[in-house]
């Protein structure tokens, strides 16, 4: 076990939500009736800072629907976990965005898919302006604050327009994130493919932006640029492989943990925390199985014979599952044979 070190978790603490988004993965809406409880939570926290895990990502639903979800953050937040939460910014007002200026979190990070028009249509009428005011809130609080942009065939388009409305924010990161084929987007036939190519010249284009920008783990891979293109600074940020199960799990609101939370299907759940401890379920050798026992002759398709392969191991493999129905080829991968 020594090669597997838990260091990032996403933790789908509520599966309550104010909107439904036209391609929400885990088809938010309603609270599941057997979501853990205040104390479950709390004990997980307590599991996961034993077994070093140094950040999270809070999700939903949307997060602020659970009344408990500050008590939670505050418990993390002691261990010295970060914690970023990932909202919608409907419930984020002038006094949300205080306590949350007292709550030591590492960032906020906002979901924001468009121009008005565009953003609205996918998520709900009125939306963005809910985004824009929490926004504005945030920064007069000081916390630090984020944007998330899941891509489609329409909404890529727009991405020149987003870029302008965002340089009038104090933002420090903006990520650019594929929209996966589960969930709401397969239900409702939500067109998820767009020129990934388009998409990382627009990055490259936009390297002096004034906050970090990058493309998502399910966007790729190694093209010429790819050092600079995940939003980390020191040109150096290259795709190391899927880490579901290596250094990173999935949690949802019932306490199933699986190796991603975007690896949403039950063939994926390695245990659940109310019959096996997380130490347990993260030590068991027979678990994250897909990755651990990966081999590169596992790779199928072009994957198999490209050069990079010991390192992209196939790319993201919820892309892979979802939108090409095998976990070990990237549908999308926009690299090409020859480069270096």
């Not at 063939?267 to 994250?288: V, Y």
């Amino acid at each position: 076990m020594d090669k597997y070190r838990l260091r990032t978790a996403v933790w789908e603490i509520t599966l309550a939500c104010c909107f439904s988004c036209e391609y929400c993965g885990s088809g938010g809406g309603k609270a599941r009736e057997n979501e853990l409880s205040t104390e479950e939570c709390l004990e997980l926290s307590d599991e996961l800072s034993v077994l070093g895990c140094k950040r999270i990502s809070m999700i939903g639903g949307e997060v602020f629907m659970r009344p408990d979800w500050k008590e939670i953050v505050r418990h993390l937040t002691e261990k010295d976990i970060a914690v970023c939460i990932i909202s919608n910014g409907y419930m984020i007002d002038q006094t949300l965005a205080l306590e949350l200026g007292t709550l030591n979190i590492e960032s906020l990070a906002l979901s924001l898919d468009g121009p008005e028009h565009i953003h609205d249509r996918y998520r709900q009428k009125g939306s963005f302006k809910y985004v824009k005011r929490a926004l504005g809130v945030l920064a007069n609080a000081g916390v630090p604050t984020s944007v998330i942009s899941t891509l489609n065939a329409e909404n890529e388009k727009t991405l020149e327009q987003l870029y302008e409305f965002l340089t009038d924010y104090p933002i420090f990161a903006w990520q650019l994130q594929a929209c996966l084929p589960m969930g709401n987007a397969a239900k409702r036939g939500v067109d998820h493919r767009f020129d990934a190519d388009r998409v990382i010249r627009f990055v490259e284009e936009h390297k002096d932006a004034p906050f970090a920008l990058g493309i998502a783990d399910n966007i790729g891979y190694f093209t010429p640029g790819e050092g600079s293109l995940r939003g980390n600074l020191s040109g150096k940020a290259c795709y190391n492989g899927c880490q579901a199960g290596i250094s990173l799990i999935g949690i949802d609101s019932a306490g199933n943990i699986k190796g991603c939370e975007s690896l949403y299907d039950e063939r994926f759940i390695e245990g659940n925390i109310r019959e096996r401890s997380l130490k347990d379920i993260w030590e068991d050798p027979d678990a994250f199985a897909y990755n651990r026992r990966f081999k590169p002759d596992m790779l199928t398709g072009k994957c198999a014979s490209c050069d990079k392969k010991l390192i992209c191991r196939g790319g993201c493999r919820s892309m892979a599952y979802f939108a090409g129905k095998n976990l070990y080829e990237a549908p999308y991968c926009v690299r090409k044979g020859d480069e270096k």
